[in-house]
């Protein structure tokens, strides 16, 4: 599978985003999807999942209360709607998919897309 995310860009302190991801090449249904993020000199880490139905989404706490991970099986694409942006929010965004669970280790994850860049300014 082919993931390609796009919705990044430059946004103000407490301002909102919201990043898709299309996969192409087989239909992702049967498994979990994820978004990591990393900043530069940073690792990449586990921001949000989601199951393969949409159901028991799974959050970082950073994050939690402020983003919301959503995905549209039918059109084989995944959000992640982030609200009330930080500064510290600010890295590279990457979706993943393959994991037949909701985990947060991005080694149980087989296909990545090539990452949209978010900025967020104080």
């Known amino acids: 599978v082919q993931l390609q995310a796009s919705g990044g860009g430059l946004v103000q302190a407490g301002g909102s985003l919201r990043l898709s991801c299309a996969a192409s090449?087989?239909?992702?249904?049967?498994?979990?999807l994820g978004w990591f993020r990393q900043a530069p000199g940073k690792e990449r880490e586990f921001v949000a999942a989601?199951?393969?139905?949409?159901?028991?989404?799974y959050y970082a706490d950073s994050v939690k209360g402020r983003f919301t991970i959503s995905r549209d099986n039918a059109k084989n694409t995944v959000f992640l709607q982030m609200n009330s942006l930080k500064p510290e929010d600010s890295a590279v965004y990457y979706c993943?998919?393959?994991?037949?669970?909701?985990?947060?280790?991005?080694?149980?994850?087989?296909?990545w897309g090539q990452g949209t860049q978010v900025t967020v300014s104080s």
């Open positions: 993943a998919d393959g994991a037949h669970t909701i985990v947060t280790d991005p080694g149980e994850y087989n296909s």
């Open positions: 090449g087989r239909t992702f249904s049967s498994y979990a």
């Open positions: 989601v199951s393969w139905d949409g159901n028991s989404p």
